[in-house]
């Protein structure tokens, strides 16, 4: 990735994912993970992208995406 060079792939398909407004049920099938692993990637993600929170992380994305 541009933005971060140290994003797993699941990290990558998660932002993908959460841009195309998958939940994080619809998420964590198609990755075959438990959601419990979800929460623990946004937590890493919001780590590695410098936010306060993981639930910073769909604005984020979101912004990112639009400029």
Request: no cysteine; proline share 0%.
């Given at each position: 990735?541009?933005?971060n060079p140290d994003l797993s792939r699941n990290e990558r398909m998660y932002c993908c994912f959460i841009l195309l407004g998958l939940t994080n049920q619809e998420i964590s099938l198609i990755l075959d993970v438990q959601l419990s692993s979800l929460y623990k990637l946004k937590q890493r993600l919001?780590?590695?992208?410098?936010?306060?929170?993981?639930?910073?992380?769909?604005?984020?994305?979101?912004?990112l995406w639009l400029n």
């Open positions: 990735s541009d933005l919001a780590h590695k992208f410098s936010l306060d929170s993981s639930s910073d992380i769909i604005h984020f994305l979101k912004k």
